[in-house]
């Protein structure tokens, strides 16, 4: 499975827009980019799945240049219960029967 | 929305003791995982199960680890002599396994509290 870099931790501000950014150099043909929330005590939670372009459901919003070497979970207007833990996995269409790897993900926090 | 439940929420143990942590998947799915949690730690993956067996396990799902699906509804974790190091968060998780191309994902529960004295 490709190798995510992405920030330990942000902050933001209730209302705001938040944008978490994740690397993944060695991103494969084959490999989709996930986005799992946790919140404390929880299991983690399926967000968002893309390949190219921009993806966009009720929750989240993801870009991904055409490169594909990055790609963006924008989460919009957050608000208080958005704080949680945000990994991003990268891996084959549905992961196969595969293990899900998470990394440490990026610590959102948001402030009222 | 289906979602998959854990039971206890909450486990304590003395060391050596043998647990089992009870999980019931989402209706219908095929796919059934474990995951742990040790606090301040990453999700590790722990086994996958399919069709009545083990599919993949990690270097963690050592022998005093098994699984089992008792009754078509029910996965179990069963760790037989507990140690220190096994307190943690434990996540059952299930996938679908059967929607063609649509975004097949794990649903995974709230996760049982190991604590091991």
Redesign the interface.
């Known amino acids: 499975l490709a190798k995510t870099t992405q920030p330990i931790s942000m902050d933001s501000y209730e209302g705001q827009e938040v944008n978490i950014t994740c690397s993944h150099n060695n991103i494969a043909t084959n490999d989709y980019i996930?986005w799992y929330q946790?919140f404390p005590?929880?299991?983690?939670?399926?967000i968002i799945?893309g390949y190219k372009t921009k993806v966009t459901n009720e929750v989240a919003s993801l870009f991904i240049p055409a490169d594909r070497k990055s790609s963006t979970l924008s989460l919009p207007r957050v608000s208080l219960s958005d704080t949680a833990v945000y990994?991003c996995l990268v891996g084959p269409a549905?992961?196969g029967?595969?293990?899900?790897?998470?990394?440490?993900g990026t610590r959102l926090t948001i402030i009222p | 929305e289906p979602e998959?439940t854990q039971t206890p929420s909450h486990q304590v143990t003395q060391m050596g003791q043998e647990v089992i942590l009870r999980c019931v998947p989402i209706s219908n799915h095929l796919?059934f995982?474990w995951?742990r949690q040790i606090l301040g730690q990453?999700?590790?993956?722990l086994v996958?199960f399919?069709n009545n067996e083990i599919?993949?396990k990690?270097e963690i799902f050592d022998d005093q680890f098994s699984v089992e699906r008792p009754d078509g509804s029910n996965f179990t974790l069963k760790i037989r002599s507990t140690k220190l190091e096994d307190s943690a968060?434990y996540?059952c998780?299930s996938?679908d396994?059967t929607s063609g191309g649509a975004?097949?994902?794990?649903?995974?529960?709230?996760?049982t509290?190991l604590t091991v004295l």
């Open positions: 996930t946790q005590s929880q299991g983690p939670r399926f799945q990994y549905n992961f029967n595969e293990k899900l790897t998470f990394g440490t | 998959v796919y995982y995951y990453k999700v590790e993956f996958s399919y599919s993949e990690s968060m996540f998780a996938r396994g975004v097949d994902t794990q649903y995974f529960g709230p996760g509290r």
